[in-house]
């Protein structure tokens, strides 16, 4: 896909890697609607990209939001937000509103959004979709957040499952699977730990938007997951 005029929604694009995902899709041409419930952040990475962004504030966990969202009807979709995994108390100590608001936020939203955005992709001749996973997701290790963590599984296997969607919809999903990201809260919390629990080097930033790019722009690629290690080139999941 040739990302230059696009209409783009990124999702959870106020800060971190949503806001790397917006800045890179508009140098790449785009224009970008950047989603978030947080709107100074949602302001400051529409200034920073210029008149190509605006800016939605959005609670993803609404499904009148998401609705609202996606009758914009972008030819690229970058599921993005998500969050949570360190937030205590979680299951099973959270109650269900709190453990449920989770599942909600990380993988329900998502979903809507792809089934909503998929009749006006369509009809503008496709589309792509790109999730933004976890390692969190993948393995057989306990988690601190077991809600979190089968989320992103979850987010994961429903990327897979939609491969068809390239043949019955020219509509490409995929999912990027970044280990721990250097954005500059990560950075922060990496530093005050002690050195010798500090691991690899984390994900830089321009190694996820340059995967969530490849997956916009290569045709080929449907159902598709790449996993982003801490010192690892990229590495595709089958």
């Not at 490409?172 to 010798?196: H, K, Q, S, Y």
Request: charge should be negative.
């Amino acid at each position: 896909m040739d990302i230059h005029g696009k209409l783009a929604v990124v999702t959870g694009a106020a800060v971190g890697i949503g806001r790397a995902i917006a800045q890179r899709l508009a140098a790449e041409g785009a224009e970008v609607v950047v989603a978030d419930i947080d709107a100074a952040g949602g302001q400051e990475t529409c200034t920073s990209i210029g008149p190509a962004a605006r800016f939605a504030e959005v609670d993803l966990r609404s499904d009148a939001a998401v609705a609202e969202l996606m009758s914009c009807q972008p030819q690229i979709l970058v599921n993005n937000a998500g969050g949570g995994a360190v937030l205590a108390p979680c299951f099973p100590k959270a109650s269900v509103e709190r453990w449920s608001a989770s599942l909600d936020l990380n993988l329900r939203a998502p979903m809507l959004a792809t089934q909503l955005a998929l009749d006006g992709m369509q009809q503008a001749g496709g589309g792509a979709i790109v999730n933004v996973g976890s390692t969190a997701g993948l393995g057989f290790e306990g988690h601190s957040s077991p809600e979190y963590s089968v989320a992103k599984a979850g987010l994961i296997r429903f990327t897979a499952t939609l491969a068809p969607l390239a043949t019955t919809h020219r509509v490409r999903v995929n999912c990027v699977v970044p280990d721990w990201v250097a954005t500059e809260r990560g950075v922060r919390e990496r530093a005050m730990l002690p050195a010798a629990e500090r691991g690899a080097e984390q994900v830089p930033l321009s190694a996820v938007t340059d995967a969530v790019i490849q997956f916009v722009r290569d045709d080929s690629a449907a159902g598709r997951v790449v996993l982003l290690d801490r010192g690892e080139p990229p590495r595709w999941l089958n």
